[in-house]
């Protein structure tokens, strides 16, 4: 079936280090690769997502580009701020699941940036 | 617009008691998810409602898991009795069939419901 594995956390940065969160993926199907996160006391949001091989997604400064002969969704910020601190997701749907989105999540990571 | 409330925040019970969590979606949205995250693993799909019927509930663990969702509002999940593994956190999603192909929905989450069974 689906995964989705994402690197372990907790990830701790001081205030505009660079951020890379590694994510793979297994799919039998052709998915759509997403982000989300999820701030203190709030639900999931969705950060960003790419729908079809080489599409990159970006929002708030944060980018992943979705890599089929690597499998991979690896999220990226080039100067991260305290108020990135997060717990990240990353998430696929698989268009071949009768779902149109039963997403298979990550584990998570926990972001901290220290000011 | 309000957003995909949950009801309770928390909840902490002793295992063997019932619970029943509450998730009003996004007013008009006919898709309504159920996900859990257990021992801060992965966050698990349990079911999907079109409406009021479930279109797929392949995620729910066990018979004692109950999910609902009468005229197509709002869903409660009960768990009974409860178990010491159903500790987690529920959340629930919303989203809307007018938003197009599959591609493009666009799913709205609550900030889940924290379970703790004693």
């Known amino acids: 079936g689906d995964s989705v594995t994402q690197m372990e956390g907790p990830v701790t940065l001081s205030e505009e280090a660079f951020l890379t969160i590694n994510c793979t993926y297994t799919?039998?199907?052709?998915?759509?690769l997403f982000w989300y996160v999820q701030y203190p006391g709030e639900g999931l949001q969705l950060l960003l997502k790419a729908t079809k091989a080489d599409d990159k997604g970006s929002n708030k400064g944060f980018e992943a580009t979705y890599r089929k002969e690597t499998t991979s969704f690896h999220l990226e910020k080039g100067s991260v701020q305290v108020s990135d601190s997060a717990v990240y997701f990353c998430?696929?749907?698989?268009?071949?699941?009768?779902?149109?989105?039963?997403?298979?999540f990550g584990s998570g990571t926990q972001l901290t940036v220290l000011p | 617009e309000a957003g995909v409330t949950q009801f309770p925040s928390h909840s902490v019970i002793e295992k063997g008691q019932t619970v029943t969590l509450r998730c009003d979606p996004i007013?008009?949205?006919?898709?309504l998810y159920w996900y859990r995250r257990v021992m801060g693993k992965e966050i698990k799909f349990l079911l999907h409602?079109?409406?009021?019927?479930?279109?797929?509930e392949s995620g729910m663990p066990n018979n004692r898991f109950l999910a609902e969702r009468t005229g197509g509002t709002y869903s409660t999940l009960k768990v009974q009795p409860a178990e010491l593994e159903d500790s987690g956190v529920y959340f629930c999603?919303?989203?809307?069939?007018?938003?197009?192909?599959?591609?493009?929905?666009?799913?709205?989450f609550g900030s889940g419901t924290q379970l703790s069974v004693l």
């Open positions: 007013s008009g949205h006919d898709n």
């Open positions: 998430a696929l749907s698989d268009q071949a699941s009768g779902s149109a989105r039963q997403l298979t």
């Open positions: 999603a919303s989203s809307s069939f007018l938003q197009g192909a599959k591609g493009n929905e666009k799913l709205f």
């Open positions: 799919a039998t199907g052709y998915p759509s």
């Open positions: 409602f079109v409406k009021e019927s479930k279109q797929d």
